[in-house]
């Protein structure tokens, strides 16, 4: 993945917006304000390419970035109980609409806490995923939060708490602070789009 040329594309926010599928899309999910555009910015090596907010559910679009010869999509976040009726509404339709009108997703980074226990939402995305044959990878983020022992805790808990799905799914521990684990992350998604 040659991240020099990443640039932001385009922004949906409704179904009825979002363009036909032309590159290869890796995509990245999770619950509102888990890192999923903190992740995105370290893996292309910018500060402020995606947008972050401390406040959750601030990402409320399908944005796209173009990364040579695919795209980098972030996906809104899912599970902010504040958010009201006709935004959770919308939500929905955006996303089934993106994952369900044949585009050409070849990998969906599912982001989840370190801290706490994947969520009824997490479990729901990922049991999509598989029913749908799309390849995933559990990415636990804010991993600089816990120190080696909590880390290696955590890692056993959240093969249970996924149980079957966690079967021949790879699971990372992903910090802003860590190298290695941005590398990983770069390697899969070459693994992803090597035969597109």
Not at 17 to 26: A, C, G, H, K, V
Not at 75 to 81: E, V
Not at 125 to 132: G, H, I, K, T, Y
Not at 135 to 144: E, I, R, S, W
């Amino acid at each position: 993945m040659k991240i020099q040329n990443a640039v932001f594309e385009k922004s949906f926010g409704t179904a009825a917006q979002l363009e036909p599928s032309t590159l290869p899309e890796i995509c990245f999910c999770g619950r509102s304000n888990v890192g999923k555009s903190s992740l995105i910015n370290k893996l292309l090596g910018r500060k402020s390419l995606a947008r972050v907010s401390s406040k959750p559910g601030k990402t409320v679009t399908i944005n796209f970035y173009r990364v040579g010869e695919l795209r980098l999509v972030d996906l809104p976040g899912y599970g902010y109980a504040k958010v009201p009726f006709a935004e959770k509404s919308r939500w929905s339709e955006l996303m089934e609409s993106y994952f369900t009108t044949g585009r050409r997703i070849r990998h969906v980074f599912q982001l989840v806490d370190m801290r706490h226990p994947a969520t009824p939402f997490d479990l729901s995305m990922l049991a999509f995923l598989r029913s749908v044959d799309i390849p995933y990878t559990v990415v636990l983020t804010k991993a600089d939060k816990l120190n080696r022992t909590e880390t290696a805790d955590r890692l056993t808990r959240i093969r249970e708490e996924l149980g079957d799905l966690a079967d021949g799914t790879e699971i990372l521990p992903f910090s802003v602070q860590n190298a290695d684990s941005v590398e990983a992350l770069r390697e899969i998604i070459d693994r992803s789009t090597d035969f597109c």
